[in-house]
């Protein structure tokens, strides 16, 4: 992971590292940030109404720590404020909508 210039942070606390969650517009992808590192990521495709949630990646090292539920809290957040629906490929954010029905409302296609 690397330092990266950041968009809007969207705040979120956990039980270990504090984490920043970023919507970055231009790589499409929101970023987890712990202090000045990037820890984690979601690759997103943005289309009208929809964002397909491609893939996510936590960096080893942050592993077992909570960034990745963080990150996924804080982008589905972010997606539900912008009024987006989801088409979710990523294996890890599917699991985690699904043992966190308040999301499941965001799915576009079940």
Same mark, same amino acid.
């Not at 929809?50 to 539920?69: N, Q, R």
């Not at 912008?82 to 599917?94: A, E």
């Given at each position: 992971?690397?330092?990266?210039?950041?968009?809007?942070?969207?705040?979120?606390?956990?039980?270990?590292?504090?984490?920043?969650?970023?919507?970055?517009?231009?790589?499409?992808?929101?970023e987890?940030?712990?202090?000045?590192?990037? =820890?984690?990521?979601?690759?997103?495709?943005l289309?009208?109404g929809?964002?397909?949630? =491609?893939?996510?990646?936590?960096?080893? +090292?942050?592993?077992?720590?909570?960034v990745?539920?963080? =990150?996924? +809290?804080g982008?589905?957040?972010?997606?539900r404020?912008r009024?987006l629906?989801?088409l979710?490929?990523c294996?890890?954010?599917?699991?985690?909508?699904?043992?966190?029905p308040?999301?499941?409302? =965001?799915?576009?296609?079940?």
């Amino acid at each position: 992971m690397s330092n990266e210039p950041r968009a809007e942070a969207l705040h979120v606390a956990g039980d270990d590292a504090e984490a920043r969650i970023s919507d970055n517009p231009e790589r499409h992808r929101y970023e987890a940030w712990v202090g000045e590192d990037v =820890l984690g990521y979601i690759d997103y495709h943005l289309q009208p109404g929809l964002i397909t949630i =491609l893939h996510t990646e936590v960096d080893p +090292a942050a592993e077992g720590h909570g960034v990745g539920s963080r =990150l996924a +809290a804080g982008a589905l957040d972010d997606i539900r404020r912008r009024g987006l629906s989801i088409l979710v490929v990523c294996p890890f954010v599917r699991e985690y909508v699904r043992r966190h029905p308040e999301y499941a409302d =965001l799915v576009a296609y079940r």
